[in-house]
């Protein structure tokens, strides 16, 4: 039986000799995000399964080709889980993919995003080499952290192999509140709130309606949501809406309109842009759907001091993230020189020329 990892590097040795590009997928899940693909595919989907999985230390080690969901069904049956929610977006996803993405859910604001929980990676270089990064245990850093670098990074640095990853404890106890609110005061109260002693893991405002997740200890969510008041959502209802949110499955999220993903400082006000909002984690993530001028918006975002990305939809061959300052482009150009000098992966995927 051939070993795809020496089948992989030897067609990224031949690539790069031949000035060719290869594009790395998975399920394909998210083939939308950043700008066009380009390369031939490499479907990774053959190399899977759990390498390891060690549930008193919190952390799982799996082959990058293994679907998320299948994942996800070891840990539940433990009891734990990843923490950042990945998002789906569609079945199919896997964890090579959900890492490559550095996509969080609703829970990013409580517990960090991906590259928070990545511990350590397997990687084919540019040059076909099989590399390893990192480790199993949390202090395992000396030096630049290169396997959180590659939370994000789309393909472009390297081919996943192996991911670690820290995983927590499923809360024993979780509710979901509803606030009749604008989005002023919905802002002004979810940005309260974070600096008091509660346990909220998600929160998302939309058209005057503010919803709160509580999750942890029975006793605190319970004593959170006498303290809170507002509508307790029945657990079905609750469990469906941050479901969609994550996997934008939510109507907010199902038409064509461009789809623009705002990062902002969390007390940010409102921002003065045509477009319909909705609002995650604390106010700092903010997502607008709407024809808007690219750099109009960019720069009313830049003035609170965050930046938009063309997230889906409209124009993905021009540039959809938004423009790096130099000395930020010049270390994102030095990190693909390093990994991948003859420009194998992804070329473009990222930034225009790069």
């Not at 993405?101 to 990676?121: E, S, T």
């Not at 395992?140 to 670098?149: H, I, Q, S, T, W």
């Not at 024809?291 to 997230?311: C, D, I, K, N």
Request: include cysteine; aromatic fraction near 6%; charge should be neutral.
């Amino acid at each position: 039986m051939t070993d795809p990892i020496q089948e992989w590097a030897a067609r990224i040795r031949k690539a790069a000799a031949d000035g060719s590009a290869v594009c790395l997928r998975g399920g394909g899940t998210k083939d939308f995000l950043g700008r066009t693909p380009m390369g031939e595919v490499l479907d990774t989907r053959g190399y899977t399964g759990i390498v390891s999985y060690e549930p008193s230390e919190l952390v799982v080690t799996a082959r990058a080709g293994t679907p998320l969901v299948e994942l996800e069904a070891a840990l539940a049956e433990a009891g734990q889980m990843l923490a950042f929610e990945p998002p789906r977006f569609a079945p199919g996803g896997t964890v090579g993919g959900c890492v490559a993405a550095g996509l969080a859910g609703p829970r990013r604001a409580a517990v960090g995003g991906v590259r928070d929980f990545v511990l350590g990676v397997r990687l084919l270089d540019g040059r076909g080499d099989d590399l390893r990064f990192g480790g199993q245990v949390m202090k395992n850093v000396a030096g630049y952290d290169v396997a959180r670098v590659m939370a994000g990074s789309l393909g472009t640095l390297g081919l996943l192999l192996e991911v670690s990853l820290k995983v927590l404890p499923r809360p024993p106890a979780e509710a979901t509140l509803a606030f009749a609110l604008d989005e002023p005061a919905a802002l002004e109260r979810v940005n309260a709130w974070s600096g008091q002693p509660l346990p909220v893991s998600a929160t998302a405002w939309r058209a005057g309606r503010l919803h709160v997740r509580l999750s942890g200890a029975a006793a605190a969510v319970e004593a959170a949501i006498r303290r809170l008041g507002g509508e307790v959502l029945a657990d079905t209802a609750a469990h469906g809406l941050w479901a969609a949110l994550r996997d934008h499955t939510d109507d907010f999220f199902t038409d064509d309109r461009p789809l623009w993903r705002l990062s902002v400082p969390s007390d940010a006000p409102p921002l003065d842009v045509p477009g319909e909002t909705l609002v995650e984690w604390g106010g700092a993530q903010r997502w607008l759907k709407g024809e808007q001028s690219a750099a109009e918006l960019r720069a009313r975002v830049a003035a609170v001091g965050g930046h938009a990305t063309l997230f889906r939809h409209g124009d993905r061959a021009g540039e959809v993230f938004h423009p790096l300052l130099p000395a930020m482009a010049a270390l994102q150009r030095r990190l693909k020189q390093t990994f991948d000098p003859a420009g194998v992966f992804g070329p473009g995927r990222l930034y225009g020329g790069m």
